[in-house]
């Protein structure tokens, strides 16, 4: 997407997302981002109960609508933001897509989230799920309270009918709420509500895709260590990147992708790429800079890459609203549509989006609608100067996003903010608006990478990063992609 878009709107192809920082959407946001870290509700939460009923009791049906309440039968408050339900259900077949949609709600159908995902053992009725969470907005339940009527629904992507009758969650014959074991309820993870399907029980034995205690040997992987000569040359494009020159969004209006600002330099005997972005204090002069893959085909595994972050720029006056970044990320295909995905690393050496001073950070994405904007998204922050080389690492599993800077924990994003479908790997630098630097002397700010890894469905601490880079470089191999195309 190129559409122009205003500092306070993000555009899909970049990461801009506390433009809105400023509006209550998004303050509502960061709660949710905050309520999505494990709380400490599970203790409150013995009494959560679930009720069920069917709003389409056909054995097919064009849509699911499996109509749910939450009832506090405990004795103590229970914040609805700590509480996913899961509808577990036979998909029509592997490759169906899903989406979710709420169509009313006493709680408000924009405090509700719906999200699919897959049991850690798939049985003959239960191969997907429906995990339905809530925002911060949806408040808490007091002791004998219930949420009230949630009339939710999901369909085929392709609006193709769908089997209901091989579903383990359905239930023809409940045509009026009443108590439903067959839909779970959990809160930190554990079970609180229900029966999962055979296998998937909170004491089950770990997914295989939770780390593994060795290093992988033969996971499929993208190593990277960006040895090229320039921005032109043809083994950037056979090693499957893009760099940008398409104008657009995210940031200043008017600025263009400079390709020639994508330049590479060896650093004794490691070639590093620097990513530039100058200006000099208007639209028409200010040149962003990006990298990307052309293919998504990204999803869980380990991403992992070293860059250098500035906080001042190599020439002219300092104070730009600079974001450097290292995200993936795939495409909205409608407002709010659930199967878009981001994870983001963004340094904001001079603030912005609200923020006076240097701050990281990290962000899962749900999903959001440009306009009027919102999202659904959570992220972690850290108020510092990270100017210099770090070490950046995000792993995405069955269950959760967790970050990592220099080795050491940065945030952990729950299972709402998985990822539907395959993204790119994308580097960019850009201004998000003129007002940090009113001058029009020029001036040009860098970001270094020195090397990009991801290891397909495989979770690697940051040691087991550093080991397997390590070895690509005594092995002098600078490239690999044994990642399949998706
Ligand atoms: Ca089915
Ligand atoms: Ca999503
Ligand atoms: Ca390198």
Same mark, same amino acid.
């Given at each position: ?197 055979? =296998? ?24 990277? @260590? ?42 004794? =005997? ?10 000099? =204090? ?56 659930? @199967?878009?995905?981001?994870? @983001? ?8 989006? =609200? ?132």
């Amino acid at each position: 997407m190129n559409t122009p878009v205003t500092t306070s709107r993000r555009n899909p192809r970049g990461s801009g997302l506390r433009a809105a920082a400023a509006s209550a959407a998004a303050v509502a946001l960061a709660a949710t981002g905050l309520a999505a870290l494990p709380s400490s509700a599970s203790a409150a939460a013995d009494g959560i109960v679930v009720q069920y009923r069917t709003s389409a009791s056909g054995a097919s049906a064009d849509q699911s609508e499996p109509w749910l309440k939450v009832r506090n039968a405990g004795s103590s408050s229970v914040p609805l933001s700590g509480v996913k339900l899961r509808y577990y259900f036979k998909a029509d077949s592997a490759s169906a897509a899903y989406r979710f949609a709420c169509s009313w709600a006493v709680k408000g159908c924009a405090n509700i989230t719906g999200t699919f995902g897959t049991p850690a053992n798939p049985t003959a009725t239960a191969d997907r799920y429906l995990e339905i969470g809530f925002t911060a907005g949806a408040g808490s339940l007091a002791p004998g309270a219930d949420t009230g009527d949630m009339q939710l629904r999901f369909h085929q992507a392709s609006w193709a009918s769908l089997v209901q009758s091989d579903d383990y969650s359905f239930g023809p014959d409940r045509t009026a709420y009443g108590d439903w074991s067959k839909v779970t309820a959990h809160v930190s993870g554990a079970t609180v509500w229900g029966e999962a399907p055979g =296998g998937n029980g909170p004491t089950d034995p770990p997914d295989p895709t939770d780390p593994p205690t060795d290093p992988p040997g033969d996971a499929p992987t993208l190593f990277d @260590d960006f040895n090229y000569s320039s921005h032109t040359d043809p083994k950037i494009g056979a090693n499957g990147w893009s760099v940008r020159s398409n104008p657009g969004g995210p940031g200043v209006p008017g600025a263009t992708w400079a390709p020639e600002n994508v330049t590479f330099a060896s650093q004794s =005997g490691n070639s590093v790429m620097n990513l530039e972005t100058s200006t000099a =204090g208007t639209g028409a002069s200010t040149k962003h800079s990006e990298i990307l893959t052309k293919s998504m085909k990204f999803k869980n595994g380990t991403y992992a890459s070293r860059v250098k972050f500035s906080d001042a720029p190599r020439s002219g006056p300092d104070g730009d609203r600079i974001v450097q970044t290292f995200f993936t990320i795939n495409d909205l295909k409608a407002p709010m549509a659930d @199967d878009y995905a981001e994870y @983001d690393f963004e340094y904001l050496p001079n603030g912005g989006w =609200g923020e006076p001073a240097n701050i990281l950070y990290t962000t899962s994405w749900e999903t959001y609608r440009p306009d009027p904007w919102e999202a659904v998204n959570a992220h972690s922050e850290v108020r510092a100067s990270y100017a210099g080389w770090h070490d950046l690492v995000v792993t995405i599993d069955d269950n959760r996003i967790t970050y990592y800077v220099d080795g050491q924990h940065f945030g952990t994003h729950g299972a709402a903010y998985l990822p539907e479908r395959p993204m790119s790997i994308n580097f960019n630098q850009w201004l998000i608006d003129l007002q940090g630097q009113p001058s029009t002397t020029p001036r040009s700010y860098d970001q270094q990478v020195d090397y990009v890894l991801h290891v397909k469905d495989q979770v690697l601490t940051p040691a087991q990063v550093n080991a397997m880079v390590g070895s690509y470089r005594s092995a002098g191999k600078t490239f690999e992609d044994t990642v399949p195309g998706s």
